[in-house]
């Protein structure tokens, strides 16, 4: 396991961190998933106040290796509040029901939209109290997790109230690109967000896409992307059980540039999807937006470059479902919402047919609904 300096916290933690919002099949499963995680080198465990029971289950495998925790960083993350009152307490309840006097790191949990920004910046809002935290010696290190857009992550970045950022950033997702380079700008700590469930399945890889990364692995290939770039601190893996993290794990020491073999593959990648998308291809430059009918124009298109490139219709339809269902977490309408208004068109590029392809995503991706694991 190689370990990488989160930014200004100065802390050292292992490449992949334990998300523990899966491993809550019983209290002897959470303990063995940490246990193997720990066995393994991960040294950087992080829970969440949204994750049902999983500050609990944390605690009590913390307990079974009291002697271990000077070697261990835990994080937990709460949601922003308007009122420092409420913080104060969450962060309260945080610590009791890990069992813990203090936490090595407190991430504001969803920091996407910019009324939780306010919120923040607010003077008499959450990070009244999470200072005050600090202060009394119940967290060491404060950040923020985010699933919102570009722009308010950069502003909550150059609030300079954060010492690391938990994010998504995948070779098939690089919106947030300027976000990590900001962050290292700034020497804060970059925590990657699921990279092989939200960075496109890649577990249960297409055909297509496997053909195209051989003789790697589409995750291989992924985890490669994010490991080789020293920007990046940590990659969070959320297993469900100890059996889930041997193989990811295996690939932990692999930090290196990227090998000529590697780039290859993703030029091969890039060339296949200009090739199938031909001048349907979204080029991902958001200048579309907005659209009155709140339609999450660059996303649903991203959705649709990759069903129809590689494939990955089952991870598009996952996450397309999400539309609509998922509030803040996951915000916008369906593509079947468009009006054709056309106020999207003259913003365009690439001189898309918008409509027309927001229909065709809608065909191809729709399905039952979807919703967060957690909310
Ligand atoms: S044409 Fe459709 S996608 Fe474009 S702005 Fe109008 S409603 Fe939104
Ligand atoms: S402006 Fe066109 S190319 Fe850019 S994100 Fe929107 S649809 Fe895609």
């Not at 923020?144 to 098939?172: K, Q």
């Not at 297409?206 to 053909?211: D, F, G, H, V």
């Not at 990759?306 to 219709?313: G, N, Q, R």
Request: proline share 7%.
């Amino acid at each position: 396991m190689h370990y990488h300096r989160l930014g200004k916290t100065n802390l050292y933690l292992s490449v992949f961190s334990l998300g523990t919002m899966r491993y809550l099949a019983s209290p002897e499963n959470a303990v063995a998933t940490v246990r193997q995680a720990v066995a393994l080198g991960i040294n950087h465990l992080e829970t969440a106040r949204g994750y049902g029971k999983s500050e609990e289950y944390l605690g009590a495998a913390l307990r079974e290796m009291p002697a271990r925790r000077e070697h261990l960083y835990i994080t937990t993350k709460i949601p922003p509040t308007q009122d420092a009152g409420e913080m104060s307490r969450c962060i309260d309840e945080s610590l009791d029901r890990l069992g813990v006097e203090w936490v090595d790191c407190l991430a504001i949990h969803g920091i996407n939209t910019p009324q939780h920004l306010e919120w923040v910046l607010a003077a008499d809002g959450c990070m009244q109290a999470v200072q005050q935290a600090v202060a009394d010696g119940k967290v060491r290190h404060v950040g923020f997790s985010t699933h919102g857009p570009l722009e308010v992550i950069l502003a909550a970045i150059n609030s300079d109230l954060f010492e690391f950022v938990n994010l998504h950033y995948y070779y098939f997702f690089q919106r947030n690109a300027p976000a990590v380079e900001l962050a290292h700008q700034k020497d804060m700590g970059v925590l990657i967000i699921s990279p092989a469930d939200k960075g496109g399945q890649l577990y249960t890889p297409p055909a297509t896409l496997e053909q195209l990364c051989h003789p790697f692995s589409p995750l291989a290939l992924n985890y490669r992307f994010l490991l080789s770039d020293p920007r990046v601190t940590t990659l969070s893996l959320g297993a469900a059980n100890p059996e889930e993290l041997e193989w990811p794990l295996s690939v932990a020491d692999q930090d290196e540039p990227l090998m000529p073999a590697e780039i290859e593959v993703f030029k091969r990648l890039e060339t296949h999807a200009l090739t199938a998308l031909g001048t349907d291809k979204c080029s991902q430059c958001y200048a579309c937006l907005p659209c009155p009918e709140n339609i999450n124009i660059p996303e649903v298109l991203r959705l649709r470059n990759l069903a129809v490139a590689y494939e990955m219709s089952e991870y598009g339809k996952y996450r397309y479902a999400m539309f609509e269902n998922a509030g803040h977490w996951f915000p916008g309408m369906k593509g079947s919402r468009c009006t054709e208004c056309g106020d999207c068109l003259p913003r365009c590029p690439e001189q898309l047919n918008i409509p027309a392809l927001l229909q065709d995503a809608h065909q191809r991706l729709k399905g039952p609904e979807g919703r967060r694991l957690w909310g």
